[in-house]
C-alpha cells in the first residue's frame, strides 16, 4: 500500500519517493487541470511569509497558484491529501492539523536555489509533499529535485545529495520540512508539479494559523 510505504520511509530515513505511485485517476484529473489553467492565474513565487514575503530572482524564478476547492481535480486532490494526514497521524502520532498546497509552473530557465521548508523551532510546516505532472518528460527537459543531507555547523563535507528526483508523472515525494534542504535545477521547459506541506495547529487567541 503506497500510505504504508510512505511511513516506514518516513521512519527510517525521513523521506520518501515513489515513482509513478499517485493513482491514475488522480494523475489524469490533476494533469488535465493544471495544464489548462490560464497563464494569469499563477503569480511570481517568492521567499518568507507574511511580511517577511519578498520576491527574489536570485533564490527562484517559478510560479505558482494556491490551490482551493473549486474544482473536480482540486476536490479529488485535498480528498486524498486528507486520507494520508489521517493514515500518517495514526501511525506516527505526527498531529498533522491542515494542509495547504499549491500548482507550480518552471518555464525554460527556471529554478529554485537550495533551501528548507521549515526551520527548527518554528513549529509550523512539518511534512513537504511534492507530487510531479510531467507528461512524456526526458532527462534531458532538466527540472530535478535534488534533496541533501541535513548539514551539521561542523561537517567538513557540505552539499551531499542524497537523492536526484527526476519530475516523471505521478511521482511522490515526501520529507521532513525541517530536515532536509533541497533545490530545483534549471527547467529546459514547462514543468509542473504541487507543492504542499502538513501543519501543525499553532492558533492562538488572536492570531489564526495557518493564515487564511
Known amino acids: ?33 493544471i495544464t489548462t489553467l490560464p497563464k494569469g492565474n ?4 517568492g521567499i518568507g511569509r507574511a511580511k517577511e514575503h519578498a520576491i527574489s530572482d536570485v533564490i527562484r524564478t517559478d510560479e505558482i497558484s494556491w490551490i482551493t476547492n473549486n474544482s473536480i481535480a ?3 486532490w485535498i480528498k486524498w491529501t486528507r486520507s494520508l494526514q489521517n493514515y500518517l497521524n495514526r501511525r506516527l502520532f505526527l498531529g498533522l492539523f ?34 510531479y505532472l510531467n507528461k512524456n518528460w526526458s532527462v534531458a527537459d532538466g527540472g530535478e529535485l535534488v534533496i541533501y543531507e541535513n548539514e551539521s555547523p561542523t561537517a567538513f563535507v557540505a552539499d551531499h545529495s542524497i537523492a ?19 533545490e ?9 508539479s504541487i507543492a504542499g506541506w502538513f501543519r501543525l495547529n499553532n492558533s492562538t487567541f488572536n492570531k489564526i494559523d495557518p493564515p487564511s
Do not use: W
Open 98 to 131: 491542515s494542509f495547504e498546497s499549491h500548482f507550480s509552473l518552471y518555464t525554460k530557465g527556471d529554478f529554485y536555489k537550495k533551501h528548507k521548508d521549515a526551520f527548527k523551532g518554528e513549529d509550523n510546516r512539518v511534512l513537504s509533499v511534492v507530487v
Open 74 to 76: 482540486t476536490c479529488a
Open 164 to 182: 536526484t528526483v527526476m519530475p516523471f508523472l505521478g511521482t511522490i515525494v515526501v520529507f521532513l520540512s525541517e530536515e532536509f534542504p533541497h
Open 1 to 33: 500500500m503506497l500510505f504504508d510505504s510512505i511511513t516506514n520511509d518516513i521512519i527510517d530515513k525521513g523521506y520518501s519517493i515513489s515513482h509513478y505511485a499517485l493513482p491514475d485517476e488522480l494523475t489524469t484529473l490533476l494533469l488535465q487541470h
Open 184 to 192: 530545483v535545477l534549471p527547467s529546459e521547459c514547462d514543468r509542473y
Open 42 to 45: 499563477y503569480k511570481r513565487a
